[in-house]
């Protein structure tokens, strides 16, 4: 009973750890998807957290029972030998882009926060990552049971202290001039694009754990865990709302005003989401790289993080604004076919 519980906790903070990255923890996404349409946010989180726990625990279910050894298996077995083929080849090129995005994250952090340069913090990062990732999704599981915590914990002081300002409420009766039919379609674009860039992880994890129920667990775990979380940054932004939509961090400025400390955990925290990502991202691209090169793990993750290096050079700004809309189009694609495939494997 103890080890299935340490593994249904192991698969929910590492799902958790790898959909909550530095969108999330900016709180750019949770006003972008959700916020924003006022009192349709809250309607709009539940159905993104009932999306979580049925895809999420589909997709771990199915890389399980055909034991795959990356996304691209999985991708095989849904989508057919030819058409799983060229989706893993877009996914590819989709995960080098997010992983650069995330590495482009990081050494941001370090030059705006820590007073360490843009290419130091880079450099940091990727030396934390290669050390990390020698011991596979061993280390992606222990890192994220220390910073999922960690995020709970922040969440839990921020919507403690949303509920004792004036306006707490305002998330149920909050107006909104946006559309009806974009306030509907945002929990899907949401779940498209962090459920697609979560198979990198998802697949090996599934892969490894054998018992069903186990997985299940796990996922109904985790995606309760991110729907709190997304329900909690959204009341919080909603008693700020609209003024707070001029910041680039809108949870920063909540941040602020529960004192130094906490802004400087709550900075930590941004690092660490991405971190978590980061390793994530690179343990999946290389897993799908060595199933086609069959080099060492340790060369391809040497190339993995050679190549993010130098697309970030680009910077995080310009890489987030152009590639994310990209790739949020092609995930509700992706999205689209793996519910209208869903009876064609008996999971």
């Known amino acids: 009973m103890l080890k299935r519980t340490g593994k249904v906790l192991q698969i929910a903070s590492t799902y958790m750890g790898t959909i909550v990255g530095a969108g999330f923890a900016t709180g750019q996404e949770i006003l972008q998807f959700f916020t924003r349409f006022g009192y349709w946010g809250t309607l709009t989180i539940a159905i993104a957290t009932a999306m979580f726990i049925w895809l999420g625990s589909k997709m771990m279910l199915i890389s399980s029972d055909i034991q795959a050894k990356s996304y691209e298996d999985l991708n095989k077995a849904l989508f057919g030998e030819k058409y799983g083929r060229w989706i893993s080849h877009f996914m590819l090129v989709v995960l080098l882009g997010v992983t650069a995005v995330m590495l482009a994250g990081a050494g941001t952090i370090f030059y705006e926060n820590w007073n360490i340069s843009y290419q130091a913090g880079l450099l940091i990062t990727i030396a934390a990552c290669y050390f990390l990732l020698r011991k596979g999704m061993k ?62 992880v998802l697949v090996p994890l599934g892969a490894e754990i054998r018992d069903r129920k186990t997985i299940i667990l796990g996922s ?63 343990y999946g691209l290389t897993l799908q790289l060595q199933e086609r090169l069959k080099w060492s793990r340790s060369m391809l993750t040497i190339l993995v993080l050679l190549s ?11 890489l987030l604004s152009t590639l994310y809309p990209i790739f949020g189009l092609v995930s509700l694609g992706w999205l689209y076919l793996i519910i209208r495939k869903r009876m064609a494997i008996k999971t």
């Open 220 to 282: 109904w775990v985790g995606s309760i865990g991110i729907g709190f979380m997304l329900l909690a940054g959204h009341i919080a932004l909603s008693v700020h709302m609209p003024g707070i939509q001029q910041y680039a961090i809108p949870m920063g400025g909540i941040a602020k005003q529960l004192g130094q400390t906490v802004q400087f955990i709550y900075v930590f925290l941004i690092f660490a989401e991405i971190f978590t990502t980061l390793i994530a991202d690179i």
């Open 139 to 200: 280390a992606i599981l222990t890192v994220n049971a220390i910073v999922v915590p960690l995020m709970l914990l922040f969440t839990v002081v921020v919507i403690v202290d949303t509920f004792h300002t004036p306006g707490a409420g305002r998330f149920i009766s909050l107006p909104s001039d946006h559309s009806v039919w974009a306030a509907w379609a945002s929990p899907f674009l949401y779940t498209a694009f962090n459920l697609s860039m979560s198979q990198a």
């Open 308 to 318: 993010c290096f130098v697309a970030s050079q680009i910077g995080f700004g310009p």
